[in-house]
DNA sequence: GTAAACCTTGGAGTATGCTCCAAGGTCCAG
DNA sequence: CTGGACCTTGGAGCATACTCCAAGGTTTAC
């Protein structure tokens, strides 16, 4: 499909797409006239990068990643390795949100309890 | 303290702390010579920062949060309303966390076995 | 054949979050 | 009273991730 088609399925500007595409990510394939074609692996590497996105992973980060998840000509030690510190990276992230978590709704009940408190004077 | 002492406590460079300064954080306090002053709790305003970018938060984010987190004049429905939509968003935040280390496993164990397929062949 | 709706490139501009000067004032030790 | 380690300001520069625009080529529809 054409960039128009692939931008609307995946939800993000056609900018962005080529920018996406600036940075590595993509097959690269064109037609003759020289319009980019995208195709259903490119979606799910859209995909990819939404989530990477959403979790506060950057382009080149996620690039990475993705390139790792296409296991094939690479070194499987070095893949391991880096997946397994991906793993632990996503752990120290979920802990610092349920620390964070924790904060906001101490400071929730507390609001609660403040305003409660008032109405009852 | 002053701002070398600050910056070194809570391990960030200076430029950062007057950084943050501009951006809306912290007593702003100075002696007579124009020297910054922190305190105790610019300490604690310090750590939720590095909490904060570290689940993704922008500055002005965790500024909005750092002063609902100060219970005072504010309007308590407003503020509750608030925690509660950051609450939903941390636990969207874990979700998506989760999903994506369970393809980082799942690529993992697909790269072990891979592996161990190669070495017994 | 021409208009609309696509596509291309390059380059400029924006917001965030720093980082690094340069030029100068302050403070303290010897 | 001078050196070194602090501090101040302002402004430039940088990386990331877009976003917008200009100028122009392509395709399709009437
Ligand atoms: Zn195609
Ligand atoms: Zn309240
Ligand atoms: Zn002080
Ligand atoms: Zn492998």
Known sequence: MLIGEFAKR??????TIRFYGKVGFFSSSR?????????E???????LIASGKSIGFSLREILAFSQEMTDGVLDHARAQESLQSKINLIDERIASLKRVRKLAQQQ???CRAVEAQELSV
């Open 10 to 15: 995946v939800g993000v500007s056609t900018d």
């Open 108 to 110: 929730l009940d507390y």
């Open 31 to 39: 037609s003759e006239n020289g319009y980019r074609h995208y195709t």
């Open 41 to 47: 692996k490119d979606i799910e590497t859209a995909d």
